[in-house]
């Protein structure tokens, strides 16, 4: 996972699109690494990472990318 901070405007740009995909404004993944696309009881995407534990949220503006998965 990329994460950029306030005021990063670099973030993602020399990243393939085929395997980085953003998720939130602040939050770029590497689509090999995802384990599970869920949604939380409020509707909102949610994500897991191979290896990781905590779940990561999908903007509403990027959820359309996980819909295939």
């Known amino acids: 996972m ?7 405007r670099k973030g993602g740009g020399n990243l393939d699109p085929e395997r980085f ?3 939130h404004r602040n939050a ?5 690494f995802i384990d ?3 949604r939380s009881l409020t509707g ?9 534990s905590e779940t990561l949220t999908v903007s509403n503006r990027h959820m359309h990318l996980f819909r295939q998965m």
């Open 21 to 23: 995909w953003q998720i």
């Open 36 to 38: 599970r696309v869920s």
């Open 2 to 8: 990329i994460h950029s901070g306030p005021g990063d």
């Open 28 to 32: 770029i993944v590497n689509v090999h």
């Open 44 to 52: 909102k995407g949610m994500i897991r990472l191979k290896g990781r």
